[in-house]
C-alpha cells in the first residue's frame, strides 16, 4: 500500500504516520523511517535510501516486510526533478513494493511538489485535521484505485475516516525535527 499524506503544517501529517507505523509494527512489521520515530527498527537518511534502492539485493534485505515512512517526500521525490537518476531508482523500487510487502507512508505539504511517478502509484491519499484542543486527529482516506474503477465510482467519493488521540503518538517522535536532504 503506498499513501501520501498530504496537509498544511502541524495538520497532522507526521503524527498520522506514526499512528499508523504503530498498527503496522504491532502487526510485525519493521518500521524504517527517515525521520527519528522511538520504536522504528531503522532510522534512514534520503541518501541511505537512495543507496538501498539503488541495488536490488539491498531492496529485498533491508525493505521486505516493512513499512517505511517518510516525511517531507517532495525532497526525496521532487517534482522539478522529473529526469534525474535519483527520481527514476526510486520510480522503480516504488513499482516493485508490493511483491516485497513494503508500504510506504509518505508526507507532503502539496502532492503536486512529489514526483509523478510517485503520484501514479499511490493507492491512497490521506487528509489528516490535528484539533489541538481536543488532542483528537482526524483523517480522511480516499482509496485512488477505486476512484480509477467504474464499478466502484460512488464509493470511492466517500472517504474512509479514523480518529485517534494524538496525545498517545506524540510521545514517539520530535514534531520539530528537521529532515536531512
Known sequence: MITLLQGARGKGKNL?????????????????ANFKISFADRYITNDEFIE???????I????SNCVLCLD??????????????G????????????KIECHILGASQFSGMVDLRFRQQMDCIGFPFYDKFTGYCEVEYYDLDALQSDLHRENALKPSQIIF???????????????EY
Open 60 to 63: 529485498i534485505n533491508e525493505f
Open 16 to 32: 498520522t504516520i506514526v499512528y499508523e507505523a504503530t498498527r503496522f509494527k504491532n502487526a510485525g512489521y519493521k518500521v524504517i
Open 72 to 85: 517531507e517526500l517532495h525532497i526525496l521525490m521532487d517534482s522539478r526533478s522529473f529526469g534525474k537518476n
Open 165 to 179: 488521540n494524538a496525545k498517545q503518538v506524540f510521545k514517539y517522535y520530535d514534531t520539530n525535527e528537521v529532515i
Open 87 to 98: 527520481n527514476k531508482i526510486i520510480s522503480y523500487f516504488i513499482a516493485q513494493t508490493r
Open 52 to 58: 538501498i534502492v539503488s541495488s536490488r539485493e539491498r
